[in-house]
């Protein structure tokens, strides 16, 4: 196999089945003693550690054949004279042949006015010089996602220039949610890009990487190549000042994460004001061992990169998507306070199944609030009412519950 095929076959979006796949991140971040960090399962590692024992079986001939293989790739993925071109050669990675994305953008709704007078506390006018940061939410359907999206918009309200990516992890679009993102009076795109249904039952499964794909497709389709992009996840916990932080990216900039598994932090290492390393629990391979909310890019120069990707890897998305830009360590800028300082946090929100409402359908009508509240909850995805199934709701009055009938007649 040539060094090229093998490359591909490596990196391609779907057949790429020597990576290691990651335990499902929330899991394996919490409990990465199932994993050895010192002892990094690396795909190619590990392909080459199968090779030289047939190498060893065959003898010398497999051997040289083996340095030879080694060293046309080494060639093939060198990327020329910077520092840490010798750890690019060694993961073999560096020059992929990504297949470019070609993405379904299915738009429900979009607006670009910005209909907010103020922004900490000042007009709109004053910040028409700012680049814009496209702050790209997966989101998926489930009890919290309505209650995530409005936390996360009253942050992005304080923002000037943003404009909102939400993209939905289902196939219909909820109008719930567009007449929500109206509401907020900023820039929005809101799109559904729904998991392909192979990888649905997948464990761990590739979350949100189809929504995020689909707005890498959204920024270039529009020729976007001027302003920040960042995957900002619908439940993490932004600092205002992140954002002054991103909007400065020149390539791509980089900062700690908080409350990521053991060591309850993700990020840079830094020497006299340069990313040298990476602090993180779990390596397993990865050159980019960061979080999704741990790096900002500007569109500028993701335009240099045709095979932008982010392939269905799950635990990989970061660094495939790096590598798929063409990221080196000396072009790394380290943010907040040269990473000493947490902007974002990766919160993570417990989820409960669906609540439920036993109430005759006969009284959801307009003689009380509840019809009403019911519906709006039921909208959102949050409760659902039942006439037969469970305990009946309990209606109290003075500390006393009271039928039905009285209350709601
Ligand atoms: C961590 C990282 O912080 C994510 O950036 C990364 O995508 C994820 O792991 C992963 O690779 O699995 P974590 O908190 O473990 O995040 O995962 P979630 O918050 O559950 O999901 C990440 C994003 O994808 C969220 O915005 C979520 O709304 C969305 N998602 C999740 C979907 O769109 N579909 C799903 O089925 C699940
Ligand atoms: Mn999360």
Known sequence: MSSARLLESQTSDEDNEDIERRPHQSHSRSCS??????????????????ARRICLIGGALFLLLVALCYLTLSGDTRLGGSEDSE????????SMNFRPLNETV???SE???DRRQFMQDKPQSDYVQLPVIYFVTPTYPRREQIPELTRLAHTLLHIPRLHWLVADDQEKCNDYMD??????????????????????????????????RAALQWIRQHNLTNGILYFGDDDNTYDLRLFSEIRKTQRVSMFPVGLIADYGVSGPVVRKGKVVAFLDSWVAGRRWPVDMAGFAVNLEYMAQYPYVNMPYKPGYEEDLFLRSIGLQMNLIEPRGNNCTEILVWHTQTKSKKLGMVRLESKYLDDRSNLGALLHNLKLMGVTSTTESEGRNALISKNGRENPHSKILS
């Open 87 to 94: 750890e690019g050669s060694h993961h073999g990675l560096d």
């Open 179 to 212: 007449t929500l993102l109206y509401r907020f009076g900023m820039p929005f795109t809101h799109m559904v890009s729904p998991m392909p249904s192979k990888f649905r039952n997948e464990k761990p499964a590739p979350r949100g990487v189809a929504n995020r």
């Open 111 to 113: 607006s670009y006015e």
């Open 33 to 50: 003693n199932n994993t050895t960090p010192t002892h990094p399962p690396h795909p190619m590692v590990r392909k080459g550690g199968v």
């Open 106 to 108: 299915h738009i429900c």
